[in-house]
């Protein structure tokens, strides 16, 4: 049975493409011999099935054997449609764990670090006229501690909060055809305050191409409403335009209601078309949306739209039983937001992994915030540095359209940066992490160390795992706050301070409680639903009645290995009554 086979980048849509999820030959390269074998010309005898998306580790990819292997092979054979004979063909990996080594009928197509977000590569000129393949050869150190590995574990057994590896390819690997002069990105910047959206197009030419040829049309939509229909000569291949959404009517805007503005509660989002024309034909047609939407903080309130908002998260691994970071299909990653709505939360913190894009995908279908956070290495090392960095560079590019997107979280908890509280260098490696982001995407906040030891900070993050009456006095006044130290940690690190930015309880709770057979632990725990319940009041309650708490995320939304205090289990079975949990959050708003 093949999985995964709906669109794999829901923003940014073209219809000629092709999904290679489904068999791929694989092997084991434990003695790191196929280079020196030339694997990539002739693929060994002795290979197994894989069903990729799916990392070997997973029940789903057929294999199932979570011990270590740093090196792994991929191959299989690839038919292209006669119609992409005079067109370009793009291969695209979703995200693979986490070197990957691309050859496309025995040739070096493409080489790729970082094992959480997508890459690409033009394979047009390697391919052949029939029997096309392709060949990846990925290593994944199993114990190297210096790469951004968020919860997988660097031994083979599972243990306290970290889980099973993930190696190889776990996202979508698909084909796409484009013309040679094609819409290579298009970035969205909403400006609520004037009723903007900025649209910045990049182009892919040949060097040779005469841009007074081409003209690019755009056309913006609201829930049918034909909004802009504008076309422009392209005569760079870098190009900016701003169109105005608002156009005096202020039911548009929210000044009475939620107007045309994306929130949770109500996700408003704009259809774009956009064409690019030569010589009255049309080559390259991509369908996109976007929200208008904005997130600020005004006298140390955080603001959605200009106005107040309490955020309700809950954390979220994003792992599943079967298929450990990769969701069996679409409609689990779609699941989670509904079961996370029903419960009452508006939210999601994603912990230590950069999410499928199509969950944020969802996200914005169907009003969820989400906290965008990357795998974090577990020691400190100038190759940390450079691998992190990087990363953060692909994420952000990658993600930066999607509304629900409101905060980045580059480093959680001092997580390989365990000196940060005392040490310079690793404390300007935190400042630098937080600039850097910031630099990139001015329009969202960014946290520089989630949970304690900040240096700076869009939000005031703390992590405190104590009962409701310890949470009532750490939280009843802002000196409390930032003396409280639950775990022995400061708030700020050395040299460091609070200047007056909202305060939110980013982790809290992890309640654990064991309904079936599966042993494991939690941050305190109880024996029925009932209790379940009970605890979560406790809990919560003394953060809604904090006069200077503005949002928790509650830990967390289901079970994961051997940690049980989810809400939910591992298979997404609620461990209580979720309207109860709902009525427990719905006393804010």
Not at 32 to 43: C, M, P, R, S
Not at 211 to 236: H, M, N, P
Not at 506 to 511: F, M, N
């Amino acid at each position: 049975m093949q999985r995964r086979m709906e669109y794999p980048r829901p923003q940014f849509v073209r219809n000629e493409w092709l999904n290679l999820n489904g068999a791929w030959d694989f092997a084991f390269d434990d003695n790191d011999e196929g280079l020196a074998q030339k694997w990539y010309l002739q693929f060994p005898e002795q290979k197994l099935d894989i069903q990729v998306p799916f990392a070997y580790q997973t029940k789903l990819s057929g294999i199932n054997d979570p011990s270590f292997h740093d090196v792994i092979w991929y191959h299989r054979m690839i038919e292209l449609p006669k119609a992409w004979e005079q067109k370009e063909v793009i291969l695209h990996f979703g995200a693979v764990d986490y070197r990957a080594w691309v050859y496309v009928n025995g040739e070096l197509a493409t080489y790729h670090e970082g094992g959480h977000v997508n890459f690409s590569v033009n394979i047009t000129n390697l391919l052949k006229d029939k029997d096309n393949c392709v060949t990846l050869r990925v290593e994944d150190p199993s114990s190297d501690e210096l790469i951004p590995r968020g919860k997988q574990y660097w031994h083979e057994q599972s243990a306290y909060i970290y889980y099973t590896r993930t190696s190889g390819i776990w996202q979508t690997v698909w084909l796409e055809s484009v013309d040679p002069v094609h819409i290579q990105h298009v970035k969205f910047t909403p400006d609520i305050d004037n009723g903007d959206i900025v649209m910045e197009y990049e182009l892919n030419c040949p060097r040779s191409t005469d841009y007074t040829q081409y003209e690019l049309q755009t056309e913006i939509s609201y829930k049918g409403k034909l909004l802009v229909s504008e076309s422009f000569k392209v005569l760079e291949i870098y190009n900016k335009r701003s169109y105005n959404l608002r156009n005096r009517f202020a039911d548009r805007s929210n000044i009475h209601t939620h107007g045309w503005y994306w929130t949770p509660e109500s996700p408003n989002l704009f259809d774009v078309t956009f064409r690019l024309v030569h010589k009255d034909h049309v080559i390259d047609k991509v369908d996109s949306y976007f929200g208008m939407r904005k997130v600020s903080v005004e006298n140390g309130k955080f603001m959605l739209n200009n106005l107040p908002y309490y955020q309700k998260l809950v954390l979220d691994q994003g792992y599943f039983r079967d298929g450990l970071l990769t969701a069996p299909t679409d409609e689990d990653l779609k699941e989670d937001i509904i079961l996370s709505k029903e419960m009452g939360f508006n939210g999601a913190r994603k912990h230590q992994k950069v999410e499928d894009p199509r969950y944020m995908y969802w996200a914005d279908q169907l009003g969820f915030l989400v906290w965008g956070e990357a795998a974090n290495c577990v020691e400190f090392g100038p190759e940390a540095v450079e691998r992190l960095t990087k990363e953060w560079f692909e994420i952000v590019k990658r993600d930066y359209n999607h509304p629900s997107i409101i905060v980045w979280v580059p480093i959680n908890e001092s997580w390989g940066v365990s000196r940060v509280m005392i040490e310079e260098k690793q404390q300007h490696h935190v400042t630098a992490m937080y600039h850097l982001v910031k630099s990139l995407d001015s329009s969202r906040m960014v946290i520089s160390n989630d949970g304690w030891e900040h240096t700076i900070s869009d939000l005031c993050t703390i992590h405190n795992y104590k009962n409701g009456q310890q949470l009532r006095n750490a939280f009843s006044s802002i000196e409390a706050a930032m003396t409280a130290e639950p775990v022995g940690r400061a708030v700020y690190a050395k040299g460091y301070s609070y200047r007056g930015e909202p305060i939110l309880v980013t982790e809290y709770g992890g309640v654990a409680y064991q309904i079936d057979q599966t042993e494991g632990w939690g941050y305190s725990s109880v024996k029925s639903s009932e209790e379940l319940i009970e605890a979560y009041a406790a809990v919560t309650n003394a953060l809604i009645e904090s006069p200077i708490v503005q949002g928790f995320c509650y830990t967390q939304i289901t079970d994961v290995e051997q940690e049980i205090n989810g809400l939910l289990t591992y298979d997404r079975e609620p461990k209580c009554n979720m309207a109860a949990i709902k009525k427990i959050n719905d006393q804010i708003k």
